[in-house]
């Protein structure tokens, strides 16, 4: 839990694992290509961290120029079915630590300024059909992955958005 931990409250990996998740499985060599400003060896640590930790795997492998090159895919950081019990709990934990890690560096820093940093977090209830919030889903993620897939600027500024979706609570559609 400690090492996903690290590799959550890390901003690198945070990017190689959305441009992951983004394109469903990549090699270092195409990592390096839409993230020209990590070096090389950055991106090969981050990559041994998160397939030793679990994060992502190994989906394929193929020799060229007769090395090894693998292809990755995301693998557990996000919460499914299968990890429903303590699995889950450890990733939605080590998601929280991450935020609260972020947001306890923000607010120690002398210059934070939450208007001119845009912070802020909203909660909204919504009562959707299953089919609906996964449509929804489907649109919040094509809008992230379009601005994700922009050429940065020299004056970007690098943010977390979270989204996350939680039961309300006294729904009367629970089973």
């Not at 959305?18 to 990559?47: C, F, G, H, W």
């Not at 007769?66 to 998601?95: C, L, P, R």
């Amino acid at each position: 839990m400690e090492n996903l931990i690290k590799i959550l409250t890390d901003p690198i990996s945070n990017r190689i694992i959305q441009q992951i998740r983004k394109n469903q499985k990549m090699t270092v060599s195409e990592i390096l290509a839409v993230t020209p400003d990590i070096p090389r060896a950055t991106v090969y640590r981050r990559i041994e961290r998160m397939t030793s930790a679990g994060v992502i795997e190994i989906v394929e492998t193929h020799k060229v120029r007769g090395q090894a090159e693998h292809t990755y895919s995301v693998k557990n950081i996000y919460i499914t079915a299968k990890d429903s019990g303590e699995n889950g709990m450890e990733i939605m934990t080590a998601s929280f630590v991450q935020m609260f890690h972020l947001c306890s560096e923000y607010f120690k820093s002398e210059n934070a300024d939450v208007e001119r940093d845009k912070l802020f977090i909203l909660n909204y209830a919504i009562r959707l059909s299953d089919h609906d919030f996964s449509e929804m889903l489907k649109e919040i993620l094509a809008v992230v992955d379009r601005y994700q897939g922009k050429n940065i600027p020299k004056d970007a500024n690098t943010r977390n958005l979270y989204l996350m979706s939680l039961p309300a609570g006294g729904d009367t559609n629970e089973p």
